[in-house]
């Protein structure tokens, strides 16, 4: 059985949050959020270059 968790980017860019998912050898991520835009570089729904 694979275990599910969940995360958080505030206070992070994306490659910080990319260092954190590969420490946790996440293997998959999915974008759960209603609305998949943010202010942020980086973290509004599109494909992912890593």
Same mark, same amino acid.
């Given at each position: 059985?694979?275990? %599910?968790?969940?995360? *958080?980017?505030? *206070? %992070?860019?994306?490659d910080?949050?990319? %260092?954190?998912?590969?420490s *946790?050898? !996440?293997q998959? !991520?999915m974008?759960i @959020?209603?609305?998949?835009? $943010? @202010?942020?570089?980086g973290? $509004?729904?599109s @494909?992912?270059?890593y």
């Amino acid at each position: 059985m694979q275990e %599910l968790l969940t995360i *958080g980017y505030e *206070g %992070l860019n994306t490659d910080q949050f990319i %260092l954190l998912l590969k420490s *946790g050898d !996440v293997q998959t !991520v999915m974008d759960i @959020r209603q609305m998949p835009q $943010s @202010r942020k570089p980086g973290f $509004s729904k599109s @494909r992912c270059q890593y």
